[in-house]
């Protein structure tokens, strides 16, 4: 063994010291999934104090990990630290919801308007859309928000970008937000589940800038219309 190998060896030693963190990391990792989940599912939603204490019994984990976990929630925007008083879901502000529709007309759009150069393929957006009928056929208007954002990220993969596709992924958390601060899924969602079709159907024509045009006129009336709504509940910035 040369003297440069052993030096090498002897570096990765030291990385045994940290062994212990494996498991915890990736404890505090699955716990931050559960409990993201739960936020974006609803069953938490914005504004609710998160109790260390029960999702410590609930999980079977320790005070740290759950803490831990909740470091991960805040560097992703999805809860805030609130000091003598815990953590609780983040309430996105009315100044938020314009940052994330001005990020989805420029990626959304953009994304129609190429796709007569790029060709992609669109089974994933058409997938979502069957989803977002089927949960509208049983009632499920929480289900068809959670299909309206699978919808948007399908359209978002248009661009075939990894890298837009990881800058995206926080506005997506966003708007799934944003969406249960908006009290009635059924009347927010309904008109634009009939709008995804039109987009989709534009599209699937080959016209990409009808459908981009429709997009950013559907974008707009949404975001008008969550502002709205924010102002009746007193949340404009």
Same mark, same amino acid.
């Given at each position: ?5 052993? *030096? ?7 990385? *045994? ?9 990736? @404890?505090?990792?699955? %716990? ?33 990990? %759950? ?6 929630? &805040? ?17 996105? !502000?009315?100044?938020?919801? +314009?940052?994330?529709?001005?990020? @989805?007309? &420029? ?29 509208? *056929? ?5 289900? %068809? ?11 978002? +993969?248009?661009?075939? !970008? ?39 159907? +534009? ?8 459908? *981009? ?6 974008? @707009?009336? +949404? ?11 007193? @949340?404009? !910035?």
């Amino acid at each position: 063994m040369t003297a440069s190998s052993g *030096a090498a060896v002897g570096t990765y030693a030291t990385l *045994a010291a940290h062994r212990d963190r494996l498991d915890r990391a990736s @404890r505090s990792a699955q %716990v931050a999934d559960i409990v993201r989940e739960g936020i974006l599912n609803g069953t938490f939603l914005p504004g609710t104090r998160l109790s260390e204490p029960d999702i410590c019994a609930a999980l079977g984990v320790s005070r740290n990990t %759950v803490r831990e976990a909740f470091r991960t929630l &805040i560097e992703e925007r999805l809860v805030v630290h609130e000091l003598n008083r815990g953590v609780f879901v983040r309430i996105p !502000s009315a100044d938020d919801v +314009a940052e994330v529709y001005k990020c @989805r007309r &420029i990626v959304e759009c953009a994304a129609l308007r190429d796709h007569a150069r790029t060709g992609a393929d669109l089974g994933t957006v058409g997938a979502a859309l069957e989803r977002a009928d089927h949960c509208a *056929a049983q009632g499920d208007w929480t289900g %068809v928000g959670t299909a309206d954002v699978d919808f948007h990220r399908a359209v978002t +993969a248009l661009n075939d !970008s990894r890298l837009l596709d990881a800058l995206m992924a926080s506005v997506w958390n966003e708007l799934r937000l944003i969406f249960h601060v908006v009290a009635d899924p059924h009347a927010f969602h309904r008109p634009y589940l009939r709008r995804n079709h039109d987009v989709y159907d +534009a599209l699937a024509r080959g016209e990409a800038a009808a459908s *981009a045009r429709m997009l950013a006129d559907y974008l @707009r009336d +949404a975001e008008a219309q969550i502002l709205a709504a924010y102002a009746e509940l007193g @949340r404009v !910035s």
